[in-house]
């Protein structure tokens, strides 16, 4: 079992930035391949990244490549996303998720959720 909890979302005006953090519990967390999804007000919740259970491999939405950034600190059980060059479009709430075995685009795989931060960019 693993239990996750987000943190660093907040209000920022658009071409800024924000750090999300994800601290999970258990001892295992190494184990776990780790995912960002958001979920903006009426459409679906959607990839943003994923990291291997290592934190060598790296996947990202083609959205945000270049502007995110997925690293994780198995010492701290924190996954965290480094977002720049934030766009209003990137408002969401912003879910972590944890899954056995290789990163993953596809929500469905993901076993644990967080209960999500609110991310806001102003125009």
């Known amino acids: 079992q693993v239990q996750l909890v987000e943190s660093g979302g907040g209000l920022v005006q658009a071409g800024g930035s924000l750090r999300l953090s994800c601290a999970a519990s258990?001892?295992?967390?190494?184990?776990?391949?780790m995912g960002w999804f958001r979920q903006a007000p009426g459409k679906e919740r959607g990839f943003v990244a994923a990291i291997s259970w290592g934190g060598a491999s790296t996947l990202y939405a083609d959205s945000v490549k270049g502007r995110f950034t997925v690293s994780r600190d198995n010492a701290k059980n924190t996954v965290y996303l480094q977002m720049n060059s934030l766009k209003p479009e990137d408002t969401a709430v912003y879910y972590c998720a944890a899954k056995i075995g290789t990163r993953s685009s596809d929500y469905a795989l993901y076993d644990y959720w967080g209960q999500g931060t609110q991310v806001t960019v102003s125009s």
């Open positions: 258990g001892r295992t967390f190494s184990s776990y391949a």
